[in-house]
């Protein structure tokens, strides 16, 4: 099938759908093309043509996938000259505030200059400021007017939105001006810059308000950039969080080195959530107390200097994580304590819909409740601990099969042997009746994910269910074993 000639979000405009959901459907082809693009390069020789850190060119748009982009909205007030400066750099007196911060930026330095305007401010000002920018030597092919209804009904509103989706390409970097925004026009634009960073990933480099002051020497033009980017740095944290990924945290801080929120943009930081997740992700059950731990201290540190708007992000994470560390020491053994951080873990990842991870937990929970009589000196990461694991691999074995069609040979039999005591204070303690209905259901469900799911028609559609339910019923076996006094072993082998 030949590729479309124009943007697919075009195609799909002009069709049936609206601007933002084509807009969205057009990022969902740009991915897969760039993916296509990718593999054809490397099956054709092996290797990328390009490094992967550089931006490739966008296969719909012309030219590079980052265009530099000035937009701003002419109002149609009456405006008075002045001396507009941007952090101690004057710009000539204009009566536009527009020409001002063209200058500062330097002539040359943006790629399309839009201005965005209604019937009035356009008979009443557009000409006059095209001039201006005319002496300034900006070349007239590069400016665009946008014109807007006057109406402020619903539908007027969604077409001023619209409006500006159209004009922006995926990747576009935006200088902002807000000054002389129409009645409503700013709230509706601050939304559209918002919709363009998820759904076109463009990059702000600056939203300005020329703050006219009369009768004095200079008026400053502010930049309120950072009210815009706190929308990335809570997309990223709400992506920790919910999602247990990273990632954006790395991108908003990689893209946006000067900002208020700078305890947030800190390599340790960031460093810490990426261990912490990956241990979470990769399984790592052991190492995951650990990480936690690590990040919430680290945490804690870095919200002494906070901003309040800081301190309100870390304390999202710190909510989510901290379930994960214990104020108890770590006797390093298979005893209640550690039940709970599995529990725990696995309640995380089954939050964060990490199923299969889940599922792998629980399953290795179970076969570690074989292992909670051992010796004192059998610690859960020293030598002694990594051999008995085969107990663990028994004692799931036992739950599995039914008892009259055990069949262990050689040193499983001998292990089998070993845990019978166990085995037997649990049933009679009526613990066993309930960890096997849960095991037998449990493993299915993680042979299912171990093979891909190929041996059934399709994957279960009761996963997140089922999980629940698992999860609920392991939690009765800790609680029961707990009651009776069994972690450990009988009294006089607890040491």
């Known amino acids: 099938m030949d590729r479309p000639d124009r943007p697919v979000a075009v195609i799909l405009k002009d069709s049936i759908l609206s601007q933002p959901v084509a807009v969205l459907y057009e990022s969902l082809y740009n991915i897969l093309n760039y993916f296509h693009f990718f593999l054809q390069a490397v099956l054709e020789d092996n290797r990328p043509r390009r490094p992967v850190a550089v931006i490739m060119k966008n296969p719909i748009y012309e030219g590079n996938f980052m265009r530099r982009i000035y937009i701003s909205f002419l109002g149609n007030g009456i405006y008075n000259e002045a001396t507009y400066c941007i952090n101690g750099k004057k710009a000539e007196p204009y009566i536009y505030v527009q020409a001002a911060e063209l200058q500062l930026a330097g002539t040359d330095y943006f790629d399309k200059i839009f201005l965005v305007m209604t019937r009035t401010s356009k008979n009443k000002h557009y000409d006059i400021l095209k001039k201006d920018l005319s002496r300034l030597g900006i070349d007239d092919k590069k400016i665009s007017s946008i014109e807007i209804t006057e109406e402020l009904d619903p539908d007027a509103q969604w077409s001023w939105f619209e409006e500006i989706l159209t004009n922006i390409d995926p990747g576009d970097e935006l200088t902002v001006d807000l000054t002389h925004g129409y009645r409503i026009f700013s709230i509706v634009f601050s939304t559209a810059l918002n919709f363009l960073q998820k759904a076109k990933d463009i990059k702000i480099k600056a939203v300005y308000y020329g703050a006219y002051e009369k009768d004095k020497k200079e008026s400053p033009i502010v930049d309120v950039k950072d009210f815009y980017i706190i929308n990335q740095w809570t997309d990223a944290i709400s992506r920790l969080v919910e999602d247990a990924d990273p990632g954006k945290l790395g991108v908003v801080a990689q893209e946006e080195e000067n900002g208020r929120l700078n305890e947030l943009n800190d390599p340790e930081l960031i460093e810490a959530f990426q261990l912490l997740t990956g241990a979470l992700k990769n399984v790592e059950v052991h190492k995951t107390f650990e990480k936690a731990s690590n990040t919430i201290e680290l945490i804690k540190k870095k919200e002494r200097n906070a901003s309040i708007t800081g301190k309100i992000l870390f304390d999202l994470v710190k909510e989510k994580f901290v379930s994960l560390i214990s104020d108890k020491t770590s006797t390093g053994r298979y005893d209640?304590?550690?039940?709970?951080?599995?529990?725990?873990?696995?309640?995380?990842?089954?939050?964060?819909?990490?199923?299969?991870?889940?599922?792998?937990?629980?399953?290795?929970?179970?076969?570690?409740?074989?292992?909670?009589?051992?010796?004192?000196?059998?610690?859960?990461?020293?030598?002694?601990?990594?051999?008995?694991?085969?107990?663990?691999?028994?004692?799931?074995?036992?739950?599995?099969?039914d008892e009259e069609k055990w069949t262990f040979e050689g040193y499983r039999e001998n292990i089998q042997k070993n845990l019978l005591p166990l085995y037997n204070s649990m049933k009679q303690n009526s613990i066993l009746p309930k960890l096997r209905e849960i095991v037998k259901d449990l493993v299915t469900y993680r042979n299912g994910f171990d093979h891909a799911w190929t041996s059934q028609a399709q994957a279960k559609t009761d996963i997140e269910e089922k999980g629940a339910e698992f999860l609920k019923g392991l939690e009765e076996v800790v609680e029961k074993i707990q009651e009776k006094g069994m972690y450990g072993g009988p009294p006089e082998k607890r040491n």
């Open 336 to 401: 209640y304590d550690y039940f709970r951080i599995q529990l725990t873990i696995i309640e995380l990842l089954l939050q964060h819909h990490l199923f299969m991870q889940a599922y792998t937990v629980m399953r290795e929970m179970a076969a570690s409740f074989g292992l909670i009589q051992m010796p004192a000196n059998v610690k859960i990461q020293n030598a002694k601990g990594r051999d008995k694991r085969k107990y663990a691999e028994v004692f799931i074995s036992m739950l599995v099969i």
